[in-house]
């Protein structure tokens, strides 16, 4: 009866269950975005090392905003940190050093063009890093090699691309052994990397490598260090004591100061990652409850006019022997149903925007709880609004209900 009810009105019952057909798509359109750039992230985390540490001169992570003025003069880490930690904590198994231009103002970087021909790449992650990059960073290489620490040593003018760089500047060709210009160095491409499954914010496929010794001799003013340290299985905690313990000694930290650089790791800058999206999903979820109200009244207007159209009905049927509970699970039920209806739709919606995104390459994982959840909630408003209708329809007086035109 429910369904039959919906039918002859369809055009009604559809725009009654609009707003919560609108909500439960946005809830779970955003849940699923949510989770796939979650597990997306994670997922890069873990590839870019589950046992390495990020030690920066603050702590990485996504609070470059909030940065006090402390933070933002203290002195840079410098090689000579990562090698006393390599030489000196026996957890640790290797360490990189990854040279970038001085932080200033707004977190801005220079633009560093590297050309090729009539090619050029302006969106590029120009570094410079030691020899050891390549093995704590896990990366492989499609074709060609990563600088040695001879080479490094020497200052030579090599690079070693990222996959989407290649592309890039060398469509249609092999970029080895072929010089490329950045700020008109002259380097030679001595190997290309694979391209990146899940690539970590900063670390995309656009990545321009030169040895460490050869970015300080081009550019002796960039002096922000950032050290990766890659420690043996299992030891990443122990690690990460003995690194702070060395570096506040090494940097004259006081004992009663707090650190005056940052240590992170894929663990934590995923906890850190995911409190960021818990806020954005409760703030979704507010405004989604609002859509559902006004859907909610909608449906508890059209039920209160659905009792008024059909008073004589009900008349009828409380003179044949119908119960109150009878008429008020008949009305709770038809309310039920058209959120019900509402939110099947909103579901089918959702997975079509999920199939769409996937298709445009944006991570979306739809959760099977988000569709059951979608569905119990459009359902709960259309019983919680449709209570009072209900009652009003079983309290008519059978006599006055008959009588009525």
Do not use: C
Request: proline share 4%; glycine share 8%.
């Amino acid at each position: 009866m429910a369904l039959e009810t919906i039918r002859n009105h369809k055009v009604r019952s559809f725009l009654t269950v609009l707003g919560v057909v609108i909500g439960v798509t946005v809830a779970i359109v955003v849940a699923s975005m949510l989770l796939g750039v979650e597990d997306n992230f994670q997922a890069s985390m873990n590839e870019f090392g589950v046992d390495n540490l990020f030690i920066f001169k603050f702590d990485p992570g996504f609070h470059f905003a909030r940065l006090s003025p402390e933070e933002r003069s203290r002195k840079s880490l410098t090689y000579e940190d990562a090698m006393a930690m390599k030489e000196q904590i026996p957890a640790v198994k290797d360490v990189a050093v990854e040279v970038l231009p001085h932080i200033g103002e707004g977190f801005r970087m220079p633009i560093r063009t590297a050309r090729y021909k009539n090619h050029e790449l302006s969106d590029n992650i120009f570094r410079g890093v030691t020899a050891s990059f390549s093995d704590v960073e896990s990366s492989h290489m499609k074709e060609g090699r990563f600088f040695t620490d001879e080479e490094d040593m020497h200052r030579l003018d090599v690079v070693t691309l990222g996959y989407d760089a290649e592309q890039t500047l060398f469509p249609g060709e092999t970029a080895l052994g072929k010089q490329l210009l950045v700020d008109g160095n002259p380097y030679t491409v001595i190997g290309v990397f694979e391209k990146k499954k899940n690539p970590a914010p900063g670390r995309g496929d656009n990545e321009v490598f030169i040895p460490y010794r050869t970015y300080r001799k081009h550019y002796p003013q960039d002096d922000e260090i950032v050290i990766l340290v890659m420690a043996y299985p299992g030891m990443k905690s122990v690690a990460e004591d003995h690194v702070r313990g060395l570096l506040r000694i090494r940097r004259r930290v006081p004992f009663e100061k707090p650190d005056n650089f940052g240590i992170s790791s894929a663990e934590q800058l995923g906890n850190q990652f995911r409190q960021i999206l818990s806020g954005v999903f409760t703030l979704v979820v507010g405004v989604v409850s609002i859509g559902l109200l006004v859907g909610g009244v909608g449906v508890m207007n059209i039920m209160l006019m659905s009792v008024t159209e059909r008073t004589r009905e009900i008349g009828v049927r409380k003179a044949i022997g119908a119960r109150k509970r009878d008429i008020s699970f008949q009305f709770l039920t038809e309310a039920m149903t058209l959120t019900g209806v509402g939110g099947v739709i909103g579901v089918l919606l959702s997975l079509a925007i999920s199939f769409f995104l996937h298709l445009i390459n944006f991570p979306s994982s739809v959760p099977v709880w988000a569709v059951v959840l979608g569905v119990a909630v459009a359902s709960s408003v259309g019983l919680f609004f449709g209570i009072y209708p209900a009652m009003k329809a079983a309290r008519l007086d059978p006599v006055d209900a008959l009588r009525y035109e």
